[in-house]
């Protein structure tokens, strides 16, 4: 594989591109400077305007949520598996019918496995810009996302009204749904009893792992975080691992499985057969599978990364079911 061909395959911090109007809310008031960023995959935007910056999909999506401090994204919920960690910036998690059963609150590297079923909702309580970035499972991420009444009706009253067949029209710029599409209906109470109402207490044991508690833990080996066996036991499809500086040697290894690599701090470098290059924090790299590398950090200091790995399991809700 030439550098070329790898550079293709790495998605750099700073070359994301933002779509502001990828969902339902991107008008509501506090919702509306949010930026999505789908880097693998589709992802769930229902924005025409969204870009991808990689449609060959591994078995998962790979995208990004940055706001501003007090943005808040609205309450929504997902078929499959949504996990996220923080790159930047202190974040409130929070869900429920109406965002009122349990929260938490993550910091930077720490990662939440969200249950699925469960609507959710997020806002950066941070003083700068901040960034989180996710992983969807399936390779259509689960068909979309299932919205709060609430926040449909909200949308609607600031120009935005999304059609049954998952896409976004602005009747500030004179959109209308075409004459064949009805208005995405709202979920009717009997609906939605079926989304569970958890307690931090519920979700915080079993679906949150902690940056420094991930550090220790890899400090000679990889660590699965999320996995049949991991720290968070789930099989949705995907494997999560957490490695720092001690958790590789120098040697190259193989793997015949897709691997997205994604860099939390540090500075890591990537060589193969071929070439070499530097990962930096939220840089994305999907390496094929089959192919020999070594990955090392390439400075003294803290150094510490995700890797995500496609598995055998169906794109499925999460395995610890409420």
Known sequence: MTPQEMEARIVRYGD?????????????????????????????????????????????????????????????SHRTAEVFFVLKGCWRFFWGRWGNAGEVVLKEGDIFNIPTGIFRGFENIGTDYGMIMAILGGDDAGGGVVWAPQVIEDAKDHGLVLGSNGKLYDTKKDQKLPDDVLPMPLLTDEELKSFPEPTTGDVVPNYVARYWDLMALSDRRPVTVIGADGVLRDRPGFEVEFLSRGSLSDASYVVDRHEV??????????????????????????????????????????????????????????????
């Open 16 to 76: 994301l591109r933002p779509c502001k109007t990828a969902f339902i809310d991107a008008h509501t008031p506090g919702s509306n400077q949010k930026e999505n960023f789908t880097i693998i995959g589709g992802g769930v935007s229902e924005s025409p305007d969204q870009h991808v910056h990689i449609r060959e999909t591994p078995g998962f999506n790979i995208g990004a949520a940055g706001q501003p401090p007090k943005c808040r994204n609205s309450l929504h």
């Open 261 to 322: 690599l994604m860099p939390v701090r540090g500075h890591w470098r990537l060589t193969w057969d071929g070439g070499t290059t530097v990962l930096n924090p939220g840089d994305t790299a999907a390496i094929p599978p089959g192919l020999s590398h070594r990955l090392v950090p390439s400075m003294t200091g803290e150094a510490s990364l995700y890797r995500v790995l496609n598995t055998d399991d169906s794109a499925g809700s999460t395995g610890r079911l409420l």
